[in-house]
C-alpha cells in the first residue's frame, strides 16, 4: 500500500503539469483568434466601412495634380513677322520637408545650383514647413537636367515658357514684357494679357517616394494656349524709326525723343519709338525711367505744331480765308504784360503765310477772331484734352482748360502751343485728322480694327490747311529738309520752351508734325526731339528724322509719287551730270598730244 501511494504522487504530478501546457496552448490559440477577428474585423472595417478616407490618405502620399503649363500667344507685327515669342524653359523646384531629411546632400545641390552653400541652407531652412519652393526659375532646359542628374532627394522640375522679343530694343515700348510668372506688365503685353496668357489644364498622376511620376491617371482640365495677336506695327518702319531717332539724338546731343507715324485713313499705329528705351529681354537690368512710353504717356506743349489746328479754327468759325491778310508788323505784339514775338518781322502774311512763317503773332491775330467756347469746343474735338482711344496702358489725356478757367494771356498763348498739354499720340493723330478729309479715326495697335470714323472738319477746310502745310516743306518754308523727292509734303515745324516750376527753364523741345504724300495722304507722323543742343528749331533738328523715315516707308509701301515732275527733272538732272562732256575730234587731238608731250605728274600725298 505504502507502495502504491508512493507511485501515485508522480503521476499527478504529470497530469497537472499537462493540463496546464493544454491550458496554455489554449490561451495562446483563443488570443490568436481574437487578434485574427480583430484584424479580419478591421480589415473589413478599412476596406468596406471607411475605405474613402484611406484611400484618400493613401492617394495623397502618391497621387498628385500637376499643372499643365501652356504657352503665351505669340505677338506679330502686321506682315506677320514674330515680335514675341514664347520658349519652353524649366524650372527647379524642391520639397523643403523632404530636402532637410538629408542635409548631407545641400552642399552638393548648393554647388548644381552655384550659389553660396549659406544662402541655399538659410532660404530652404525659411521655408522648413512648405511642401513647394522654387530654387532656380526659368533656367535652359539642358542646365535643369545637369541639376535633377544629381539625384538630391526633394529636388524637381518643372515645365514654364520664356518670353522672348527679337526686335529687342527698337520695340520695347510699344510690346511691354512680362514678368517671372508670364503675366503682361507694360503695353500691348499688359493691355492684351488675358487674351494672350491662355489658360494652363491640369492632370492627376501617380509619383514614386522619389516624387517621379510613374503613371499619368486622368486628364482633370485642357490646357488651353493664348491666342496670338496681329499688331498694326510695320516692324520694318518701326526699325527705320528707331535707327533715325537715335541717330538724331546722338548728332544733336538731345536727351530723349519720340516718334508716331500712323496710318491715315485707318488710324493704325505704324511705328511708335522713343529713346531711351530699354530690352524686354532683359527688363530688370534697365533704368525704370526708361520704360516709359513717353509718346503716350509724356504730356507737353506742343509749339507751333498748333497753328494749324488754330488756322483751321478760323476757317470753320467763318472769319478767315487762305487769302485773308494779317499785319504782323513789327513782329511783336502785347499780350498782358508780356509780348508775342516772332523770330523776325515777317509783315504782312496771308493765312498760308502764317503757317509758312511760322509767325507766332499772326497765329495770336487768328484765335482772336475766333469765339473762346468756339475755339475751346474745336481743340476737344480735334482730341486735345482727352484720350485718343487707343487703348494703351497709361495713356495720358492732355489738358485743355476751359475758357471759364482763362487768364488774359491764355488763348493767345495757347492759338502757337502754349498754355494745353498734349501727347505726341495727339499731335499725330490730329494731323491724321487733317489728311483724313477731317474725319478722325481713334488710333489703334491691331490690324484689321476699324474705329468709326467721326467728322470735325469739313472736306474743303481740310484741304485749305493741308496746302498751307505743304508750303512750309517747299522753298521759302521752315523745313525744307522735309521735302522728299516725288512727294508732296505737308507738315509744321514747332519749338516750345519747356516748363518748369511754374514757369519755363532754358530748355526746348524740337517738333515737327507731317503728311504725305499730299494728294492723297497715306502717312502722319509726329517726331519730338527732348532738349537739343545743336540747334532748337524743329525745321532743323526733327525735320530730316522725318525726311528719312518717311521716304523709306513710302518706298516700303510702295504709295505712288504725287510729284512726278519733280522726280524726272531731278533724274534728268543727275543723268546729265553723270554724262561727259562732248568734244570736238581736233580738241581730243590736240589734248591728247599736249598732254602726251608733258612728264608724269608727281605722286600727290593726300592728307
Not at 525745321?539 to 513710302?554: D, K, W, Y
Request: hydrophobic residues 40%.
Amino acid at each position: 500500500m505504502k507502495g502504491s501511494v508512493k507511485n501515485a504522487a508522480p503521476v499527478r504530478g504529470r497530469n497537472r503539469a499537462r493540463f496546464n501546457l493544454r491550458g496554455r496552448v489554449t490561451l495562446v490559440v483563443c488570443a490568436l483568434a481574437l487578434c485574427s477577428v480583430s484584424l479580419i474585423g478591421r480589415a473589413a472595417y478599412v476596406q468596406l466601412v471607411n475605405s474613402d478616407f484611406y484611400q484618400r490618405e493613401g492617394n495623397e502620399r502618391f497621387i498628385r495634380n500637376i499643372e499643365i503649363p501652356t504657352s503665351r500667344g505669340m505677338i506679330t507685327d502686321r506682315n506677320g513677322e514674330p515680335v514675341a515669342v514664347s520658349s519652353p524653359v524649366e524650372s527647379i523646384w524642391c520639397d523643403p520637408q523632404e530636402l532637410l531629411k538629408t542635409p548631407d546632400r545641400l552642399p552638393e545641390l548648393a554647388r548644381a545650383l552655384g550659389e553660396p552653400l549659406d544662402t541655399l541652407t538659410s532660404r530652404i531652412s525659411q521655408r522648413a514647413e512648405k511642401e513647394f519652393y522654387y530654387l532656380k526659375r526659368r533656367i535652359n532646359p539642358d542646365e535643369a537636367r545637369k541639376i535633377l542628374a544629381h539625384g538630391v532627394p526633394g529636388v524637381y522640375s518643372k515645365r514654364e515658357f520664356r518670353r522672348f522679343y527679337p526686335q529687342g530694343e527698337a520695340m520695347a515700348h510699344v510690346l511691354g514684357f512680362t514678368n517671372i510668372d508670364d503675366r503682361g506688365q507694360e503695353g500691348v503685353e499688359l493691355a492684351f494679357d488675358e487674351w494672350l496668357r491662355g489658360s494652363p489644364g491640369a492632370k492627376k498622376v501617380i509619383r514614386d517616394n522619389r516624387g517621379r511620376i510613374v503613371e499619368n491617371v486622368d486628364l482633370v482640365k485642357q490646357a488651353q494656349p493664348g491666342k496670338d495677336l496681329t499688331l498694326s506695327i510695320d516692324r520694318r518702319i518701326q526699325f527705320l524709326a528707331y535707327r533715325e531717332l537715335r541717330n538724331a539724338l546722338v548728332s544733336n546731343n538731345a536727351s530723349s525723343g519720340s516718334v508716331v507715324v500712323l496710318d491715315v485713313a485707318t488710324g493704325e499705329v505704324l511705328a511708335m519709338v522713343n529713346l531711351p528705351t530699354f530690352n524686354p529681354n532683359a527688363a530688370s537690368l534697365g533704368k525704370p525711367d526708361a520704360h516709359r512710353n513717353r509718346a503716350i504717356v509724356d504730356t507737353m506743349e506742343p509749339g507751333s505744331t498748333m497753328k494749324p489746328i488754330t488756322a483751321a479754327a478760323a476757317l470753320t468759325a467763318g472769319v478767315v480765308k487762305p487769302t485773308t491778310i494779317f499785319n504782323t508788323s513789327p513782329g511783336w505784339m502785347p499780350n498782358g504784360k508780356y509780348r508775342t514775338t516772332d523770330t523776325h518781322n515777317y509783315g504782312v502774311l496771308d493765312v498760308t503765310g502764317i503757317i509758312r512763317k511760322s509767325s507766332n503773332v499772326g497765329a495770336a491775330k487768328l484765335a482772336a477772331l475766333v469765339p473762346d467756347q468756339e475755339y475751346y469746343e474745336f481743340l476737344r474735338k480735334f482730341g486735345y484734352g482727352s484720350k485718343t482711344g487707343s487703348g494703351f496702358p497709361g495713356e495720358a489725356a492732355g489738358g485743355v482748360a476751359p475758357p471759364s478757367r482763362w487768364s488774359g494771356t491764355t488763348k493767345q498763348t495757347m492759338s502757337y502751343g502754349y498754355g494745353l498739354s498734349v501727347t505726341p499720340l495727339q499731335i499725330a493723330h490730329a494731323y491724321a485728322t487733317i489728311g483724313n478729309g477731317g474725319m478722325a479715326i481713334a488710333p489703334t495697335f491691331i490690324k484689321g480694327q476699324r474705329n468709326e470714323p467721326a467728322e470735325v472738319l469739313s472736306p474743303e477746310i481740310a484741304h485749305q490747311v493741308l496746302r498751307m502745310m505743304q508750303t512750309v516743306t517747299e522753298p521759302g518754308g521752315t523745313a525744307t529738309q522735309a521735302a522728299i523727292l516725288g512727294y508732296h509734303v505737308a507738315g509744321k515745324t514747332g519749338t516750345a520752351r519747356k516748363a518748369f516750376n511754374g514757369g519755363y527753364s532754358r530748355d526746348y523741345r524740337a517738333f515737327f508734325a507731317g503728311l504725305v504724300p499730299v494728294d492723297n495722304p497715306r502717312f502722319s507722323m509726329v517726331v519730338v526731339l527732348d532738349n537739343p543742343q545743336s540747334s532748337i528749331y524743329g525745321g532743323i533738328v526733327s525735320a530730316p528724322v522725318f525726311h528719312n523715315v518717311m521716304e523709306g516707308a513710302l518706298r516700303l509701301m510702295d504709295v505712288p509719287p504725287d510729284d512726278i515732275e519733280t522726280w524726272i527733272a531731278a533724274q534728268e538732272k543727275a543723268e546729265a551730270k553723270s554724262r561727259p562732256a562732248k568734244t570736238s575730234p581736233l580738241a581730243v587731238t590736240a589734248a591728247s598730244t599736249t598732254h602726251a608731250s608733258l612728264p608724269a605728274p608727281l605722286p600727290v600725298d593726300v592728307q
